[in-house]
């Protein structure tokens, strides 16, 4: 939540920070559940392949509020040591120097 994506651009920015270098990448939806005032909470697997053959299998629990059909704010919760333990060498390098512009801190809205 502290590296929240909030409007179209930011949403989009963040999630090509993470889905960009990738060769494959696999959605598992799980559950899925709605709450007022258009929070949206899902519970999936993203499987992502870098070019390299590094694979890893991210469990996600994200939370977005949606009005009118469009995301507003999305804000993820995962394990971050699984994907550096599974990620290229040099993933952790070019995450830390990408731009990060786009960071919203939204810890304690939705």
Request: no cysteine; aromatic share 10%; charged share 20%.
């Amino acid at each position: 939540p502290s590296s929240a994506g909030v409007g179209p651009d930011s949403i989009e920015a963040r999630l090509r920070l993470g889905l960009e270098g990738l060769v494959g990448y696999e959605h598992r939806p799980g559950v899925v559940a709605e709450g007022p005032d258009g929070v949206v909470v899902t519970e999936h697997t993203e499987v992502w392949t870098w070019e390299t053959g590094e694979t890893v299998a991210l469990p996600f629990v994200s939370v977005q509020r949606v009005v009118d059909g469009t995301i507003l704010l999305w804000k993820d919760y995962w394990d971050m040591a699984a994907l550096v333990n599974h990620a290229p060498p040099t993933w952790l390098e070019d995450f830390s120097s990408a731009d990060m512009s786009w960071v919203f801190d939204a810890t304690g809205l939705v």
